[in-house]
T-cell receptor, first 108, second 117 residues
C-alpha cells in the first residue's frame, strides 16, 4: 500500500466551481499533514497545514480525520490561477512524504 | 523573502560521470534535505542532514550518493557514477531548527533538472 494515496485526476472544472481533493495515508504514526501546490516543473510550495479541527485559509479548507487516516482539501470559487497539481504530504520524523498529486485544471 | 538557491538549473551528463548539485540553504536554517522527482512521478525523500551529519536517508540514497556541507553556506549532493535512471529534478530544502517537521518552516529551492544521457 502506498504511504500517501491521491486520485491523480485530472479534475477539469470551470471558473467559480467548488472542487474537493481527497487523500489517505497508511502510517498511523504520521505527525503533521499538509497540502502543497506544485506548478509544472517547479518546486512544491506549501499551501496550508492541516489540523484535526479543520482549518480554512480564504477559499481553501482542509480537514484531517486521524481515525480514518484521511485528509481533504476543498477549493471554493476556483480561479484560473488555481490550475496546478495539489500534493498531499505527511511527515514522518523530519522528512516529508508526498502523494503523487492531483492535477487541477480550471477553465474559463 | 529568503530563498533556497540551487545551481545549476539544468545539468546534462553522460552515464558514468560524477555530478555535484549545489544548494545554498537559508542562512539561519539548521536542517537540510535533498528530494528528487522523476518526471511524472511523486517527490521522493533522499536524505536529511543536521549538525554536519546525515540524520536520515532513504533506500534510494545508496553508496553512489553523498552529501556535504563544505563551508558555512553550501550544501551539495554528489552522484558518483550517474545512471540513466538518475535523471530527475533534484530539490534541495532547508528548515528552521526548532520545528523541522512543520511545513511552514520548510523551504524548497527551484530545483536542478539532471539529465543523464
Amino acid at each position: 500500500r502506498k504511504e500517501v494515496e491521491q486520485d491523480p485526476g485530472p479534475f477539469n472544472v470551470p471558473e467559480g466551481a467548488t472542487v474537493a481533493f481527497n487523500c489517505t495515508y497508511s502510517n498511523s504514526a504520521s505527525q503533521s499533514f499538509f497540502w502543497y501546490r506544485q506548478d509544472c516543473r517547479k518546486e512544491p510550495k506549501l499551501l496550508m497545514s492541516v489540523y484535526s479541527s479543520g482549518n480554512e485559509d480564504g477559499r481553501f479548507t482542509a480537514q484531517l480525520n486521524r481515525a480514518s487516516q484521511y485528509i481533504s482539501l476543498l477549493i471554493r470559487d476556483s480561479k484560473l490561477s488555481d490550475s496546478a497539481t495539489y500534493l498531499c504530504v505527511v511527515t514522518n520524523t523530519d522528512k516529508l512524504i508526498f502523494g503523487t498529486g492531483t492535477r487541477l485544471q480550471v477553465f474559463p | 523573502e529568503p530563498e533556497v538557491t540551487q545551481t545549476p538549473s539544468h545539468q546534462v551528463t553522460q552515464m558514468g560521470q560524477e555530478v555535484i548539485l549545489r544548494c545554498v540553504p537559508i542562512s539561519n536554517h539548521l536542517y537540510f534535505y535533498w528530494y528528487r522527482q522523476i518526471l511524472g512521478q511523486k517527490v521522493e525523500f533522499l536524505v536529511s542532514f543536521y549538525n554536519n551529519e546525515i540524520s536520515e536517508k532513504s533506500e534510494i540514497f545508496d553508496d553512489q550518493f553523498s552529501v556535504e556541507r563544505p563551508d558555512g553556506s553550501n550544501f551539495t549532493l554528489k552522484i558518483r557514477s550517474t545512471k540513466l535512471e538518475d535523471s530527475a529534478m533534484y530539490f534541495c530544502a532547508s528548515s528552521e531548527g526548532v520545528t523541522p517537521s512543520l511545513g511552514n518552516g520548510y523551504t524548497f529551492g527551484s530545483g536542478t533538472r539532471l539529465t543523464v544521457v
